[in-house]
């Protein structure tokens, strides 16, 4: 019994067992009873499904903690707050108390988990932050509610807030097992089996919420784990200190620190739902409900090998890699931001009532600034970059030194040249080959700026040029990827799609056709789907362009009009001739598709 329950992946496989168990029963007795939601103007579901799931979350974990999980102080105190934090979610979930309420409750949760160790003595749970002890309780505090709301407001599509959990506490666990705390790895190994089990009904189509019971609990049991970890409080590092316990739960964070910024921007409660999480902007982008949760998956698991790195590495070094996170992060949420989710009367609303909003809107015209200050964090971790992967140990080396003394000089030589060439005038989302050209100008002009002004003040004594050459290929890469980045993220994520979108094939599979597909991908309302280009050049067959075949125009149109469903068929040329024309007319009456022409005219503007 005792190798047993000393097995992670045991107990794991226990839990997962119980909790699929117990989410069957809880998920049966709810619809039994009539426990569920039903669909709302505000909410993602569709159809009334079961609530009360977070009743099996919290049974596994509680009961496979007491029979099979040895016990220490610390991870008693952690359940009994994270069990009254359950009651309180589910009286909500029954009663539907008020926000006040719950917050009260979260407070009474937040005086178990930092009151009782020092009534009986124990090691604190305090996330040791600061040297201020007053300070470090007021943070911890805020850390607790802070991370039990945005599990709670994380839980607005299928398994989203399940599925970061438990990737966030699988990477706890690691942190754990790493650090030979194998008691508190055992807990959360029951933690995550209690989450994976619900999953099974709870992932996309879901057949049972977790209601507020579950996502109180799931929330105040993770921010109350992460202190049980070394890295969370006890590490060497300040970086990590900070850092780690943030970017373990790096999803629920950024999704309720970016709903929160922009429903004040549009004059709208922080506390009210609305399909304007994270989630639901990636699904308006076109994504399906279940890719925009993998997609989040994905950066929770991105953030969770981040906060591991974070905590092996040299100071610097973490700061680097964290700042390479950061304006990852930032291209991302300026571009969800963009994405429509209110109403249009909601913009006069947020003009004539919020101040704020007016000043934002017009600071979101002064855009210069903003590329200005990424460009000189580009600046500098592309120069930190080069001289870490030529130099061994940098920051214990001469090199530091040269690093720190130089790097003004660099910033300033390279926006000055940015500024001279032009980096400044473009618009991101129609970045092309001559801005590319004209970022090698820039990035070349500020090397050689900088190299001089090295020369000048230092006689480029104890400089490479290797150096140099690296990190003006290291510079115009980000440069050039950041100002991409819009229209990687517009390919990566497909168009909006609804169900009268016609499929359509491009006749003509050249600079016309290829305009033609552009102007449709930019402009949604006119409701067309290109599946593939149609030419009649037997050199250009089954070749791609902007990821859509090219078919041969020649004797198969009818089959492949029948296989891809296609309705229209746009011509894309003016030079046709009327024989080809009339063929071609004859074959779309064949194969039941209509034949339209697609054109762009300039015409004079007559004023009466």
């Keep these: 019994m005792k190798e047993m329950i000393s097995n992670p992946f045991i107990i794991t496989a226990i839990s997962i067992a119980l909790s699929v168990m117990l989410t069957f029963i809880v998920r049966k007795y709810a619809r039994k009873y009539d426990f569920v939601a039903k669909p709302k103007t505000d909410r993602w579901h569709k159809k009334p499904t079961a609530l009360l799931g977070g009743i099996s979350i919290f049974l596994t974990t509680v009961l496979v903690y007491v029979l099979f999980v040895p016990k220490t102080p610390q991870t008693w105190i952690i359940l009994a707050g994270s069990t009254f934090l359950f009651l309180v979610g589910l009286v909500d979930d029954i009663l539907l108390i008020k926000p006040y309420q719950k917050l009260i409750g979260q407070f009474i949760g937040v005086g178990i988990i930092l009151g009782v160790p020092s009534v009986f003595d124990y090691s604190p749970l305090v996330l040791s932050w600061t040297s201020w002890d007053f300070v470090n309780v007021c943070l911890t505090a805020f850390w607790l509610i802070g991370i039990t709301n945005a599990i709670n407001l994380l839980d607005n599509m299928d398994g989203l807030a399940a599925g970061i959990s438990a990737i966030a506490a699988f990477t706890l666990a690691i942190g754990f097992g790493a650090n030979g705390q194998s008691f508190e790895l055992l807990l959360i190994c029951t933690f995550i089996g209690a989450l994976v089990g619900f999953l099974v009904f709870n992932f996309n189509p879901a057949s049972i919420f977790m209601g507020d019971a579950g996502s109180m609990f799931v929330g105040f049991f993770l921010a109350s784990s992460v202190m049980l970890s070394e890295t969370g409080g006890r590490s060497r590092s300040i970086v990590s200190v900070l850092a780690v316990p943030a970017l373990i739960l790096f999803v629920p964070i950024f999704d309720t620190t970016f709903v929160t910024i922009l429903r004040k921007i549009w004059g709208r409660?922080?506390?009210?739902?609305?399909?304007?999480?994270?989630?639901?902007?990636?699904?308006?982008?076109?994504?399906?409900?279940?890719?925009?949760?993998?997609?989040?998956?994905?950066?929770?698991?991105?953030?969770?090998?981040?906060?591991?790195?974070?905590?092996q590495l040299l100071l610097t070094q973490s700061l680097a890699l964290i700042a390479v996170f950061i304006v990852i992060l930032t291209l991302i949420g300026v571009y969800l931001a963009k994405v429509k989710v209110y109403e249009e009367q909601d913009l006069d609303v947020a003009i004539e009532n919020n101040a704020m909003y007016g000043f934002l809107l017009n600071l979101s015209h002064k855009r210069r600034v903003f590329e200005v200050i990424l460009d000189a964090f580009l600046i500098t971790l592309t120069y930190y970059f080069s001289y870490m992967l030529l130099s061994d140990n940098f920051e214990n080396s001469p090199n530091w030194e040269l690093f720190l003394k130089t790097l003004p000089i660099l910033i300033v030589a390279n926006l000055g040249a940015f500024l001279v060439v032009g980096v400044y005038r473009g618009i991101w989302r129609y970045t092309g080959i001559q801005d590319l050209v004209t970022f090698t100008k820039g990035v070349i002009l500020g090397l050689a700026l900088s190299v001089l002004a090295i020369l000048l003040f230092y006689r480029f004594q104890g400089f490479s040029r290797a150096l140099f050459v690296l990190d003006g290929v290291l510079l115009l890469a980000a440069l050039a990827g950041s100002r991409m980045a819009f229209r990687l993220l517009r390919q990566l994520l497909p168009n909006p799609t609804n169900g009268n979108k016609r499929n359509i094939l491009i006749y003509g599979a050249g600079d016309g056709g290829e305009m033609i597909l552009r102007e449709l991908e930019n402009n949604p309302d006119w409701e067309y789907k290109a599946i593939g280009f149609l030419d009649d050049d037997p050199l250009k067959k089954d070749k791609v362009i902007h990821g859509l075949r090219v078919y041969g125009g020649n004797g198969s149109l009818p089959a492949i009009c029948q296989e891809n469903d296609v309705q229209e068929i746009l011509l894309s040329f003016r030079s046709i001739s009327t024989e080809r024309l009339k063929e071609v007319r004859v074959i779309c009456q064949d194969a039941n598709v209509s034949l339209k022409r697609a054109l762009i005219k300039i015409e004079p503007i007559d004023i009466e």
């Design 269 to 311: 409660k922080a506390s009210q739902g609305g399909r304007d999480h994270t989630s639901h902007r990636l699904v308006a982008l076109g994504l399906s409900e279940r890719s925009a949760v993998l997609m989040l998956y994905g950066f929770a698991i991105l953030a969770g090998v981040i906060s591991l790195l974070v905590s």
